[in-house]
């Protein structure tokens, strides 16, 4: 029996809503090609790049806050997928949302996030290897700024402060949007998001 109910899907968003979406993803993927064909993203200076080349703890001590075109393009990011979060942005809601579709966002970005981090040296020391990329460690390196990406555009979209965040640190309870990052994400930790966000979030939404 059909049980397609079209006064609901018109309710829900229907067709406006998919087309808000495939906007919103093109012009997410536009930002990226943008920054991968940008020749100058290739020769950064001798200061950044040292930088970047610097451990992931090197990110979480708040590195990346000395490179303005990653923070630039982070901050771009969030803002877009923070418009697709949806019209109830509590923490609940934007966690249910992230655990949903937040698979299917991981598979069609993380490949950009692996050829911008290996363009520009992010993170070196944990992906290359004796010379050789170590595509598993590019791939949990791309992962983990994915997750600031998330996380920052569910803190965004909910009007939510970074700080607030900081209970998954302090022992206070947990985070709804960080635990359904954490179980989106394989091997993401939320306290070293939480560490992350707390630091560079402010920048990153003004970006």
Not at 88 to 106: F, N, P, Q
Not at 154 to 174: H, K, V
């Amino acid at each position: 029996m059909n049980t397609f109910d079209f006064k609901n899907y018109l309710a829900a968003g229907g067709v406006d809503q998919q087309l808000t979406e495939a906007q919103i993803h093109d012009e997410i993927e536009k930002i990226f090609e943008e920054f991968l064909n940008d020749p100058s993203n290739k020769n950064l200076v001798k200061e950044e790049k040292e930088q970047l080349e610097e451990s992931l703890a090197g990110l979480i001590a708040g590195t990346i806050l000395s490179f303005p075109k990653l923070l630039s393009l982070l901050g771009k990011l969030i803002k877009k997928i923070a418009k697709l979060f949806g019209k109830d942005t509590s923490a609940e809601k934007t966690a249910e949302w992230i655990e949903k579709k937040g698979e299917r966002l991981e598979r069609k970005y993380i490949k950009f996030l692996m050829k911008i981090i290996k363009v520009t040296g992010f993170a070196k020391k944990m992906w290359m290897k004796d010379g050789k990329v170590d595509m598993i460690e590019l791939k949990e390196t791309a992962e983990i700024v994915f997750a600031v990406i998330l996380t920052g555009a569910a803190l965004i979209a909910g009007g939510t402060a970074a700080s607030e965040i900081g209970s998954a640190l302090t022992g206070q309870g947990g985070n709804a949007i960080l635990g359904a990052v954490e179980g989106t994400l394989t091997g993401i930790k939320s306290a070293e998001i939480s560490q992350i966000i707390g630091k560079v979030g402010p920048k990153l939404a003004g970006a």
